[in-house]
């Protein structure tokens, strides 16, 4: 059996680095604590300046992950470093998220919401829009400190508007505010509104309109479409060569954590749902959750297929719970024992041992040579930082 590439047979300037991070409201959690930890570890190789956008080629993310991939990459006027460092990310969301998702309490709560549910948005987003716009200002997509991905979905032309670093000089009606990007990801169907804005010209002139919603819809693990990004960026740049070189892409993909596990719908059940039951059952919209579920699985799978075929699977590390439960694998319950305990979901998630997908029986297991998440994340951390100083000394030397 061929041994697998890895980062000793190619040398690391040649390597991609690629950070995905999934949809999945609140949950976005989860991510910020993995991140914090990846953070941590490149600061005790590189010091404490190192942050995660001075490590990935392209930072891709979907709804709440959209939104934690424009805290890494967007500059902060004041020094052009990120705006914030991935060890603020959860104590932003601890202090925002009860105020972007109010809970409703006391007995006619669950009618209120299914009230809701049939007359509008269940949130009006007030809050987040303003929180957004006043953490962006007015920086572009072409302003990020490294290429980023993020999906969303056009509602009046019924397909994927991804908005894409790679793309904008090939489509300058891409080079739109990211606070606009980010509320347009984030408007998941039946939780936030809907985003409409245009780009105009220097004369105010309207040449592009957007009617945007949840990227979550079409990718809500956007792994697939940020290697996609820079695949049409290779072939555009004509540097695709006698091939893509896919073994060249070093890929962290960070889950929002899923409840598969718990089994909680059943087809006896569901036969006798309609539409009002799909789209509002026990807090949940059982709908978006299977939809979400099956794009996040198949992009996983994928990638476990590909990799596994070019011999590079220890290039790609998915990380992942499936074992949320209640509240937990809620997208907006914002309660402060919720919130906390979904702190605790990231700190035990890195003490998990490694998972792979079994492209037999698609189910995780334990990887024999494999390690913890923790342990994982150490090692791409040493790999991430020796790729970024080849990089930087070839830039140097003018090579």
Known sequence: MATPISYLDIKPVNFITVLSIDGGGVRGIIPGVILAYLESQLQEIDGEDARIADYFDVIAGTSTG????TMLAAPNPKDNRPLFAAKEIVPFYLQNLPSIFPQKSGIFAPLINITKALTGAKYNGEYLHKLIRNMTKDTLLSQTLTNIVIPSFDVQNLQPTIFSSYQIDAEPTLDV???D???????????????????????????KEYNLIDGGVCANNPTMVA??????????????????GYDRFIVISI?????KSEQKYNAKMVAKWGALTWLFNSGSTPIIDCFNEASTDMVDYHNSVLFTALQSQDNYLRIQDDTLQGELASVDVSTKN?????????????????????????????VPDKGTIEEELKRFARLLSEIAKEKKSKLQNGK
């Open 66 to 69: 959209g939104l934690i991939t």
């Open 177 to 179: 505010p990211l606070a």
């Open 181 to 207: 990007i980010c509320i347009a990801t984030s408007a998941a169907p039946t939780y936030l509104p809907a985003h409409y804005f245009a780009k105009k010209d220097e004369n105010g002139k309207v040449i």
């Open 227 to 244: 290697i996609r990004e820079v695949t049409k960026n290779m072939i555009r740049l004509g540097r695709s060569g006698n091939g893509i």
């Open 255 to 259: 889950g929002t954590g899923s409840n």
């Open 338 to 366: 919720n919130l906390n305990n979904l702190v605790k979901v990231g700190e035990n998630l890195l003490k998990k041992k490694f998972t792979r997908v079994n492209l037999d029986t698609g189910i995780y297991e334990t």
